[in-house]
């Protein structure tokens, strides 16, 4: 039972080259959510996936695109990225958007855009 | 202002001492309040949530609520060198709510 996995752990990139995130979960959760850590900023939501099929924006979308393909993957897009995109990217999953004080995550992709 | 503030640290500790991690807040619509865990280049890791006031205990952590201070605590007992990590608060109005995070307070326990 791996829980939430995402790939690449590492990703260097120029500005205005694009990427995707991946992120699996194999907990049978509903939803999904994507954030991005910063220093002294906390963790913020970038987007989220109440379920399969639906996507919504979160504090900071931006810059970002997201597909849930089904229920266990949740991608995040950088369509052409930015320095101020240089973060560290956690992938989150709840059993359901009604529980989402008890959220579990990934290890994180660090990401720098230069 | 920020909806929910941690002192930053770092905080360092000798091992077995009793350490105290605080978040205030500033919405009082606030009702469910999360710890996570987060050691160095790691995920967050969920310790705890308590929904309103008063405390939860899971052996040597305890998290306390004081609403009428927009106030949250967690105690660590008998603190060990694997407590040293980065400590999120966080909270929400409701269950379906999206989650604000406090920037996390850096723990050391040193051995």
Same mark, same amino acid.
């Given at each position: 039972n791996a829980g939430v996995t995402q790939t690449?752990k590492? +990703?260097?990139?120029?500005?205005? $080259?694009?990427?995707?995130l991946q992120c699996a979960q194999d907990m049978n959760h509903n939803s999904m959510y994507w954030y991005? +850590? @910063?220093?002294?900023?906390?963790l913020?939501?970038?987007?989220y996936s109440? /379920?399969?099929?639906?996507?919504?924006?979160?504090?900071?979308?931006?810059?970002?695109?997201?597909?849930r393909l089904?229920k266990r993957e949740f991608s995040l897009?950088?369509?052409?990225?930015?320095?101020? $995109?240089?973060?560290v990217y956690f992938c989150a999953s709840s059993r359901?958007?009604?529980? !989402?004080?008890e959220q579990y995550f990934g290890p994180g992709t660090?990401?720098?855009?230069? | $202002?920020?909806?929910?503030?941690? @002192?930053?640290?770092?905080? /360092?500790?000798?091992?077995?001492?009793?350490?105290?991690?605080?978040?205030?807040? /500033?919405?009082?619509?606030? +009702?469910?309040?999360?710890?996570y865990?987060q050691?160095?280049?790691k995920g967050p890791e969920l310790?705890?949530?308590?929904?309103?006031? !008063?405390?939860?205990? @899971?052996?040597?952590?305890?998290? $306390?609520?004081?609403?009428?201070?927009?106030?949250? #605590?967690?105690?660590?007992?008998? /603190? +060990?060198?694997?407590?040293?990590?980065?400590?999120?608060?966080?909270?929400?109005?409701?269950?379906?709510?999206?989650?604000?995070?406090?920037?996390?307070? #850096?723990? #050391?326990?040193?051995?």
């Amino acid at each position: 039972n791996a829980g939430v996995t995402q790939t690449p752990k590492f +990703q260097v990139l120029k500005t205005g $080259q694009s990427m995707t995130l991946q992120c699996a979960q194999d907990m049978n959760h509903n939803s999904m959510y994507w954030y991005r +850590q @910063d220093p002294g900023m906390g963790l913020r939501l970038i987007y989220y996936s109440a /379920s399969e099929g639906t996507t919504d924006k979160g504090e900071v979308p931006n810059g970002y695109n997201v597909s849930r393909l089904n229920k266990r993957e949740f991608s995040l897009r950088l369509e052409s990225a930015a320095p101020s $995109q240089t973060s560290v990217y956690f992938c989150a999953s709840s059993r359901d958007r009604g529980i !989402g004080y008890e959220q579990y995550f990934g290890p994180g992709t660090r990401l720098t855009v230069t | $202002q920020k909806e929910v503030e941690q @002192d930053p640290g770092p905080l /360092s500790v000798p091992e077995g001492a009793i350490v105290s991690l605080n978040c205030t807040y /500033s919405n009082s619509a606030f +009702q469910y309040f999360m710890w996570y865990r987060q050691y160095s280049r790691k995920g967050p890791e969920l310790l705890m949530y308590t929904y309103s006031s !008063g405390n939860k205990e @899971d052996g040597r952590f305890t998290a $306390q609520v004081d609403k009428s201070s927009k106030y949250i #605590s967690l105690f660590i007992r008998d /603190s +060990q060198p694997s407590d040293s990590a980065t400590y999120l608060c966080a909270t929400l109005k409701t269950s379906y709510d999206k989650v604000i995070f406090g920037p996390g307070t #850096s723990l #050391s326990v040193i051995p």
